[in-house]
């Protein structure tokens, strides 16, 4: 590896902590503001009824869900709405860490009643504008910024890995 390879390589992973670093601060943001909406049907019902507030998709799987027809095939429902209507995606490859951010994980435990509880599908994480007021947040003008670099380079679903904490 050249000395100028081995640069731009160290400067795409910088650049890919950098956008992890991006997310993870708008994830808490839109937690906090609780305008996160969860689940692969919640969200298709979203997108339903008020695409024009979504700001930013997540769609999130692991090396087994990525032999999941099913869940490929609503993956590839929800990229095509979205490209029609100028929603931002991304593609997380650790599910486990997108739970750890929105503190779901304690969540995935059994149920008081002593019953297995269902763990909550991040399959598809929406993030909305607050109706309040519009983001005027670094950070997420970030990530807009890199999925729209992304889009020129021809890769329409860039795909990122949260650093590990």
Known sequence: MTLEEFSAAEQKTERMDTVGDALEEVLSKARSQRTITVGVYEAAKLLNVDPDNVVLCLLAADEDDDRDVALQIHFTLIQAFCCENDINILRVSNPGRLAELLLLE?????????????????????????????????????????????????????VINLPER
């Open 106 to 158: 304690s969540d995935a435990g059994p149920a008081e009643s002593g019953g297995a509880s269902q763990p909550p599908d991040l399959h598809c994480v929406l993030v909305t504008n607050p109706h309040s007021s519009q983001w005027k947040d670094p950070a997420l003008s970030q990530l807009i910024c890199f999925c729209r670099e992304s889009r020129y380079m021809d890769q329409w679903v860039p």
